[in-house]
């Protein structure tokens, strides 16, 4: 854990410098270890910078403020995506990065998709695991070529179908190159999340090597 830059932080080197490095984001009540072994199984030999949310919920650590499940603080939502963005900036140079992809589950992943929204230029890609809509009014982005993976649980009680499809449409009306799977299951994470997401990426690298 590290704490001397702005966000609270685990950074694990990878020894694949050719593989695009990972922005891990976790969901509400979890921390900068959560997602680690998720990202080393899904990019093996790749660095991976996980982040801890500021924002406390009775005691639970979140990436920004809501109201109600599913009603989110938009004014915090902005702040906390562009302080997150100031984050990366400030990581990248510290540890030598390239722009990171976003691998966000829940919580994470929102913030993910509102980082995308508002300061495009953070991310090199997203990997948004339960995501939901961030922001009413979208703000008019270019997202140009940005390889986004939305992955949806067909019996999320905490997203509805409609949601994810209306994010899936916004990021892809702004250019981004958008795959949107929907598997059978809920709220959380499976081994279809894993697999899904592992084949994506590296499809992925493998077209950005050729
Ligand atoms: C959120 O607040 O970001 C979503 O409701 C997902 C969650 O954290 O439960």
Redesign the pocket.
């Known amino acids: 854990m590290s704490n001397e830059l702005s966000h609270i932080h685990r950074f694990a080197p990878g020894n694949r410098r050719e593989a695009a490095p990972l922005l891990l984001l976790h969901?509400?009540g979890g921390d900068e270890n959560d997602l680690l072994p998720l990202g080393e199984a899904i990019a093996p030999g790749a660095s991976l910078l996980s982040v801890r949310g500021k924002v406390l919920e009775h005691g639970m650590p979140?990436f920004f403020r809501?109201l109600a499940?599913?009603v989110?603080d938009e004014d915090d939502v902005r702040r906390r995506a562009n302080e997150l963005a100031d984050f990366v900036v400030e990581a990248r140079k510290r540890y030598d990065l390239a722009a990171p992809i976003a691998l966000g589950y829940?919580?994470g992943a929102?913030i993910a998709a509102a980082m995308l929204l508002l300061r495009p230029e953070a991310l090199a890609g997203a990997i948004l695991l339960?995501a939901?809509v961030p922001l009413r009014d979208a703000p008019k982005v270019d997202l140009a070529g940005k390889p986004v993976l939305i992955i949806s649980g067909q019996s999320d009680p905490?997203v509805p179908a409609s949601n994810s499809q209306r994010l899936a449409a916004t990021l892809a009306g702004a250019g981004a190159d958008v795959q949107h799977r929907t598997l059978p299951v809920g709220h959380q994470l499976s081994q279809a999340d894993l697999t899904t997401a592992t084949q994506w990426l590296a499809a992925r690298q493998l077209a950005a090597l050729t």
């Open positions: 969901g509400t979140r809501r499940e599913g989110f829940s919580n929102n339960r939901m905490i």
